[in-house]
């Protein structure tokens, strides 16, 4: 499997950079959610938070925020 390098733009995740398969033609996936579980002191709830593809110039994409839901909620 091919893995590209896609930075997260907004929300939790925001400026991260994770690696996300992409298809045969090198294209990452249209959508990607991203969960968190609950940790810390205060614990907190579990989350998924869902990411869509943007096009960045003409060679690249990014992940841009959309919303989170509770944890397996998400499309």
Same mark, same amino acid.
């Given at each position: &499997?091919? $893995?590209?390098? !896609?930075?997260? /733009?907004?929300? %939790?995740?925001?400026?991260?950079? =994770?690696? $996300?398969? /992409?298809?045969?033609?090198? /294209? %990452? #996936?249209?959508? +990607?959610?991203?969960? =968190?579980?609950?940790?810390? @002191? %205060?614990?907190?709830?579990? !989350? @998924? =938070?869902?990411?869509?593809?943007? #096009? /960045?110039?003409?060679?690249? +994409?990014? !992940?841009?925020?959309?919303?989170?839901? %509770? !944890?397996? &909620?998400?499309?």
């Amino acid at each position: &499997m091919t $893995l590209v390098d !896609m930075r997260f /733009v907004g929300g %939790p995740a925001d400026g991260e950079i =994770h690696q $996300l398969p /992409v298809d045969p033609d090198g /294209v %990452p #996936p249209a959508r +990607w959610v991203l969960s =968190h579980r609950g940790d810390g @002191d %205060p614990p907190t709830p579990e !989350m @998924d =938070h869902l990411y869509q593809r943007q #096009p /960045v110039g003409d060679s690249g +994409w990014e !992940m841009s925020f959309v919303r989170s839901d %509770p !944890m397996g &909620m998400t499309e």
